[in-house]
């Protein structure tokens, strides 16, 4: 059953086909890929349903697309308090430094 395991890694097709295919259960996306992959879905989620309600349904993911790294909770404190996509990429940016 996969229906929840997607909010925040929507690499687990990529993970169950490979791991299907060879067995092996190829390494987690790094910053950067989970950056780029949340920032489209927060652009999207803009453009479908305007900025404001677009950045509110987003709060829910940025917990499950940064789960697991060290000292993320200022940075999900941010995510879940900006009120703009333009604060919501600035913030994507601090993480992206700090992790790096």
Same mark, same amino acid.
Do not use: C
């Given at each position: 059953?996969?229906?929840?395991?997607? #909010?925040?890694n929507?690499?687990?097709f990529?993970? @169950?086909?490979?791991?299907?295919? !060879?067995? @092996?259960?190829?390494? +987690?996306?790094d910053?950067?890929?989970?950056?780029?992959?949340?920032?489209?879905? +927060?652009?999207?989620?803009?453009?479908?349903?305007?900025?404001?309600?677009?950045?509110?349904?987003?709060?829910?993911?940025?917990?499950?697309?940064?789960?697991?790294?060290?000292?993320?909770?200022?940075?999900?404190?941010?995510?879940?308090?900006?009120? !703009?996509?333009?604060? @919501?990429?600035?913030? +994507?940016?601090? @993480?992206?430094? #700090? #992790?790096?």
């Amino acid at each position: 059953m996969v229906a929840r395991g997607v #909010y925040g890694n929507p690499w687990i097709f990529r993970e @169950i086909k490979s791991y299907l295919e !060879t067995g @092996i259960i190829p390494e +987690l996306p790094d910053v950067d890929e989970r950056i780029k992959i949340s920032s489209i879905q +927060l652009e999207k989620s803009v453009n479908w349903k305007g900025e404001r309600r677009g950045v509110l349904e987003m709060r829910k993911h940025w917990s499950d697309y940064f789960k697991g790294y060290p000292n993320f909770k200022p940075f999900r404190h941010k995510l879940v308090n900006v009120e !703009t996509q333009a604060e @919501i990429l600035d913030v +994507l940016s601090q @993480i992206k430094k #700090y #992790y790096h």
